[in-house]
């Protein structure tokens, strides 16, 4: 199996990030298999979906709205409402795993590949990637 | 790696279509390994629930609720509420990962593997299936 | 592939049920790879999450607010508020796939592996664990 990990800066805001790009450079000359997505953190999570026509914005503004942040969490260190980041990690899961097919994940046009981190206390981020093939 | 593409008609409607006896047949005579169920589209979704006893409408009454269709939703291309279906596959992820035992995807009783499809402006879905054993 | 399943005591109250410890066993001495968990339940789910802290009861108390148990579901068999349950794997997929490096899932140091049961009319769950390397 191939593996590695990537360090991103996420920053201090809650963030949308693509590694589309990323992802297509560790699959290309990988020929056919499954790529593997895993960020190893407890308040962050991964989604497919388009970028740059609002939907960043708009996923942000429904997690805001799912989970409330003036709800009274019983996990209480952190910012406030560092509470609701700790849940969202069991709506958008921290792993995704996408078929590629000679060298590229078969991603359709308008579908890219984000890190989704609401945390305010934590700048920096990995993800791990893993390719297996047949 | 095996893989191929599904062609489904999905309609003009928010949908739930029924997979499992495509991703049956495509694991026959497979043996042991995973198989990968990706949806290369960026406003649908999978799910793995019960089909047959109302559910089908309980989830798809669901994302209405969670995704309200009214959100002044900044991607605002395509139909009224099209912002909400770019939001869906955030929540329900469109790739899935099963495993397949003697040639069989391991599902409970219950389970069913379900394509969801909230919007209205695509009438035709692809969904790649793709295997790996070891 | 290596495969086995697990048998989970989960009770009948609405419980999170952690499976670290079992996940880590299955994969000593397995090397690279990708492991699988899974659930083959139509009323249950997993997920990626910090325990301890409070948050198991943050994510029970999320999931009654966004799946209202009194919601008229279609889904009416079993008791008040099933039909709830039936969703809930939608949101929280049955299924997750972590990479493998040296024996050891790759998880972060705030990670757990949870199976989440909503469902207070099944006291015993299944989750299979499955294995593939290169």
Wanted: proline share 6%; hydrophobic share 40%; net charge negative.
């Amino acid at each position: 199996m191939k593996t590695e990990v990537l360090e991103l800066h996420t920053g201090r805001e809650p963030a949308v990030i693509d590694i589309t790009a990323n992802v297509d450079r560790f699959c290309e000359k990988l020929g056919q298999g499954l790529v593997n997505i895993f960020v190893p953190h407890a308040t962050a999570g991964l989604a497919l979906i388009e970028i740059g026509s609002g939907t960043e914005k708009d996923l942000l503004a429904t997690l805001r709205r799912l989970l409330t942040e003036s709800e009274p969490w019983l996990h209480q260190h952190g910012s406030p409402g560092h509470g609701a980041d700790h849940v969202l990690p069991a709506l958008l899961s921290p792993t995704l795993t996408i078929p590629v097919v000679d060298g590229r994940p078969a991603l359709g046009r308008w579908q890219s590949i984000v890190v989704v981190d609401l945390n305010r206390d934590n700048l920096n981020r990995q993800v791990r990637l893993s390719f297996l093939s047949a």
